[in-house]
């Protein structure tokens, strides 16, 4: 008897302490990560920075054709084997170059990318402004010197006329 409730007394003590273990056991299953499946608009989102490789100057999520198509689906894979957004765009640089993001990822070449354009038209007004202020200056010149030949015709008239009345 005395063996029993002693045999007893371990079995409720083990089982007491295997209790928490199989909490916490419960707790590590419940945490761990709920994948929530990609939708349309996850892969959308990538897929509007990314260009056609078949169509010119076509966004990825926009164009219709096969190839885009495949590459939506790609995105999707990767988006499900838990790529980032960036890793899944320096993929596709990687694999087909910088026109499939329409602006270099390289950040000198980005910046004289979007540099130039503005430099240019700085450029432009720079020398049209130029151009224009000469043309007024030469214009008022030539006014200035029409002005004058004509005034000194008029007094050269005039005193050619006073010499034959006066004879």
Sequence with gaps: MKMRFSLLALFVILLGMSLPLASAQEDIVD????????????VNAIAKDLYCPVCENIPLDACGT????????????????????QQIVDDFVARFGDRVVGTPQDPVLR????????????????????????????????TLATDKQAQDDSTSYKFLLEQDISG
Aim: charged residues 30%; contains cysteine.
């Design 66 to 85: 096969s190839a885009c198509e495949d590459w939506r689906y790609e995105i999707r894979l990767q988006l499900e084997a838990g790529r980032t957004e």
């Design 31 to 42: 945490t761990e990560p709920v994948v929530e499946p990609v939708t349309d608009d996850d």
């Design 111 to 142: 910046a004289l990318s979007l540099v130039t354009p503005l430099l240019a038209i700085a450029l432009g007004l720079f020398f049209a402004v130029r151009f224009f202020l000469q043309y007024q200056r030469d214009e008022e010149t030539t």
